[in-house]
């Protein structure tokens, strides 16, 4: 799907099995950034790079233009297939330091955040051939057609970035939106929401084009974050009327705040306790919308 004159999206379908007979049908999305050479926004799970490759001679192009992988950050479903387009390319990979341990070391992120089917999900360790940080200008090649900024949108995970792209008013979010109604996964509650509010301040979005769900133009995009922030607070809202005694019955809890927010008994996983229990650490606060200085 052409986004704009420069930018194709590719949406990933998988299956995460998350026991031997069952298996989660689960989307996620990529972007290709076309200039002089190809730029590579996330990768999709181990084996999307045929589907990337693809897409990629299908619009007369070569696989092997592909300069620069960018990762929003280290999760199964963004860095699955990086092994194989760098072996495949000799390109480039760039993510924030703070995600750099998880895919540099991938047996270490699953260790640390296990996750169903890890190992059929990501194609192994990639190596960071440069840090990003905040406020960081991307020029992919020297046209500049390309130029994005770095913007660190925390909260997701520690590194999680988005990108901006002025010449095209495209706005890469990665995970940092949460999508109303679809399983949170967040590991610092008021990170996120300071991110998605960050993210709704700037101007000149003309589509927003997040992991989780379908690109979103024009006013739409705003509405997306309008809604993510309302989300995010009423799942601490539900985090707080359901927390109980300290400490929680931590699966009992999840079971229950689950419901609360209107999520089938299906999504009650460890990954969903988890995003709770970043509400529970931020317990003493009512609301989540208070500016705050970052
Ligand atoms: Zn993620």
Redo the contacts with the bound molecule.
Sequence with gaps: MQMAPSIHALRHSFRVPIAPSIALDRFVYSYLVYGETITLIDTGVAGCEAQIFDSIRSTGRNPSEIALIILT?S?P??IGASRAIQQATKCSIAAHSLERAWIEDVELQNRERPVPGFATLVGGSVQLDHELEDGESIEPDETRAGEMQVFHTPG??PGSISLFMHSEGALFS??AIPVTGDLP?YDDALASVQSVKRLRRLTGIRVLLSAWEEPRKGEEAYRRMDQAVEYLQMIHEAVLANAGTDPPDLMEFTRKTAKAIGLPPQAVNPLLARTFTANLRVRDRKSLLADFTR
């Design positions: 950050h999760h479903d963004h997701h995970s990665g995970d996964v």
